[in-house]
């Protein structure tokens, strides 16, 4: 228990509070001066605001600078509060950054782009290559574009649209799909004689619409497909998309979740003209390269990648178009390609290669999770903190 304390004793401890004060609101400033230039850094390269894994290695790293117990779970609730409200600053700062996407709002290229980056302008295009150039031509900061289905498998066209293109990967995002038949209000499953959606999603729904016997027809992608059926206003014409399509379109869903695997999941990349290295010893890398015509050329290019400690995750090869018969191979790996190891495996990647070239780098891939906003989960991890702290002292 504390010893009971004087009149004066009091001004001089609020006089106290008062000189911490205003140091820490000068500190405030300039911490959030500092904050501007990190904004312009994640602008100039399309990257999002939220980076969890630098936000838990200040948390962790300044932490340790507090001995003791209780004031430390209260320091750690106000650097969460800092940093949130860091974020929000940032959003603010970038209030008006343009992300292009392939689609129509309500489309699962806008959701995905919409949870990434929350406070930007959202630009829909007529279709992946529209999109990749708004961001080549600098008319927007980023794209998100699919990469690959966890049922479809690769999205072909953006492969050889990163291969043949300037841009850079900044960062890869999951995020779960969940296909929904969308039809005219009335619309029936019985009634049906067609479905239209993009391939990847017909694809991804084929047990079920090979079960209804329907007619399939392709469209640029699911939330132009959602569209082109509330237009039509057909009963007998369903689409594949979203919940949030079936809102954005007046549609109602006929049967939700209608996928082949309710694990179905999307990666997206964020393509910018400014590439990125991670900030940790940890990360992965995307590759471009292409091998001589000669015999063992491709073992030797992945001995180079391998022997140099980097954990080759995924090896897949495409028609480069520039010849017949020649092809360009897209790997995934595991480690960070700025560091002395990651160098050196270039340099002997290169050395053994017709061609190499760094597509992205970027510290781990993010899930996305639409159903709760960054700053709402961070004042649900600070509240959670404070009342576990309260508790402890309330049983004291």
């Not at 999603?201 to 079960?211: E, G, I, K, V």
């Not at 022997?307 to 191979?329: C, V």
Request: charged residues 25%.
């Amino acid at each position: 228990m504390s010893t009971p304390t004087t009149d004066q004793t009091l001004i001089s401890a609020r006089e106290e509070i008062n000189r911490i004060d205003r140091e820490m609101a000068e500190l405030f400033c300039q911490r959030l001066r500092a904050v501007q230039d990190v904004a312009a850094y994640k602008r100039s390269r399309g990257l999002p605001v939220l980076d969890p894994v630098r936000e838990r290695e200040v948390i962790a790293r300044n932490a340790a600078l507090i001995e003791d117990d209780v004031m430390r779970e209260y320091y750690i609730c106000q650097l969460r509060a800092t940093m949130a409200l860091s974020r929000r600053y940032q959003h603010r700062l970038l209030l008006g950054e343009n992300v292009a996407y392939s689609g129509v709002p309500g489309a699962f290229a806008a959701q995905a782009a919409g949870t990434i980056f929350p406070d930007a302008n959202l630009v829909p295009c007529k279709d992946f290559v529209a999109a990749y150039e708004a961001v080549e031509k600098g008319e927007c900061e980023c794209a998100v574009l699919p990469i690959e289905n966890s049922i479809g498998g690769d999205v072909a066209q953006v492969l050889d649209l990163a291969y043949a293109g300037s841009l850079s990967v900044t960062g890869i995002y999951e995020l779960e799909i969940e296909q929904n038949l969308l039809g005219v209000p009335g619309a029936t499953t019985a009634g049906l004689r067609e479905v239209v959606s993009h391939p990847q999603a017909l694809s991804q729904c084929a047990p079920y619409l090979q079960r209804g016997g329907w007619i399939t027809r392709e469209a640029v992608n699911t939330a132009a497909a959602a569209k082109a059926v509330a237009e039509a206003g057909d009963k007998t014409v369903a689409a594949i998309g979203t919940r949030e399509a079936a809102q954005q379109y007046g549609l109602e869903v006929i049967a939700a979740n209608i996928g082949a695997d309710n694990t179905n999941t999307t990666r997206f990349a964020v393509f910018s003209r400014v590439p990125r290295q991670p900030q940790t010893g940890d990360g992965r890398f995307l590759l471009f390269f292409t091998v001589r015509n000669q015999a063992g050329a491709l073992s030797r290019a992945i001995d180079a990648i391998g022997q140099t400690g980097f954990n080759l995750r995924a090896l897949k090869s495409r028609p480069t178009k520039r010849s017949n018969w020649s092809y360009y191979f897209f790997a995934e790996g595991e480690g960070n390609l700025s560091d002395d190891n990651g160098r050196k495996m270039l340099s002997e990647l290169q050395g053994v290669c017709e061609s190499v070239r760094v597509l992205g780098s970027y510290e781990t891939e993010v899930k996305l999770k639409c159903d709760l906003s960054d700053d709402s989960r961070e004042a649900a991890l600070a509240i959670e903190h404070l009342a576990k702290d309260v508790t402890q002292h309330a049983k004291h």
